[in-house]
T-cell receptor
Framework: NAGVTQTPKFQVLKTGQSMTLQCAQD?????MYWYRQDPGMGLRLIYY???????DKGEVPNGYNVSRLNKREFSLRLESAAPSQTSVYFC????????????FGNGTRLTVT | GENVEQHPSTLSVQEGDSAVIKCTYS??????FPWYKQELGKGPQLIID?????GEKKDQRIAVTLNKTAKHFSLHITETQPEDSAVYFC???????????FGTGTRLTIIP
């Protein structure tokens, strides 16, 4: 039982390049989330998917797109990377939306030069 | 929206002593308050949570207290051990995880 798996672990991009961060969970959870973590700013929600087939914006969605491919997989895409998107990205899942523990992956450290 | 402030940002305590981390929140409608522990190179992991109908909750060496009137909640770790060294995040929400607002984190270091 791997929990939440994120790939890649590290990535360096040049400004303007695109990439997709992958996330998969094997806990049969309904809800999935993408967060970014920046020094001194805690975790901020980028996008979430309450259930398969739905996605919604979080606190900081600009510059990102997401796809809930199926119940297991939720990907985050940067179409044209900017240095301000240098961050550590975490995917999480939960059984339901309300007051249910978030299960996080181990993160993707992204640097945009 | 909700605003969560967390203090201190760093905390060093001697092994065996207690550690206390405090958070305040702004939205009186918030009713769910989890605490997450993040070890180096890993994602955060839930260690304890409390809901607004409860004033205190304990789990072995960890306890959380909630004061709804003052809108603050605290994490207490007793008999600290080296493995307690990590970054701790508080959070608050009005029911939904999509509304979960995190504090800025406390780096706890246990000195052997």
């Amino acid at each position: 039982n791997a929990g939440v798996t994120q790939t890649p672990k590290f990535q360096v991009l040049k400004t303007g390049q695109s990439m997709t961060l992958q996330c998969a969970q094997d806990m049969n959870h309904n809800s999935m989330y993408w967060y970014r973590q920046d020094p001194g700013m805690g975790l901020r929600l980028i996008y979430y998917s309450a259930s398969e087939g739905t996605t919604d914006k979080g606190e900081v969605p600009n510059g990102y797109n997401v796809s809930r491919l199926n119940k297991r997989e939720f990907s985050l895409r940067l179409e044209s990377a900017a240095p301000s998107q240098t961050s550590v990205y975490f995917c999480a899942s939960s059984n339901r939306q309300g007051g249910s523990p978030l299960h996080f992956g181990n993160g993707t450290r992204l640097t945009v030069t | 929206g909700e605003n969560v402030e967390q203090h201190p940002s760093t905390l060093s305590v001697q092994e065996g002593d207690s550690a206390v981390i405090k958070c305040t929140y702004s939205d009186s409608a918030s009713n769910y308050f989890p605490w997450y522990k993040q070890e180096l190179g890993k994602g955060p992991q839930l260690i304890i949570d409390i809901r607004s109908n409860v004033g205190e909750k304990k789990d072995q060496r960890i306890a959380v207290t909630l004061n709804k009137t003052a809108k603050h909640f605290s994490l207490h770790i007793t008999e600290t051990q080296p493995e307690d060294s990590a970054v701790y995040f508080c959070a608050a929400s009005n029911f939904g995880n999509e509304k979960l607002t995190f504090g800025t984190g406390t780096r706890l270091t246990i000195i052997p």
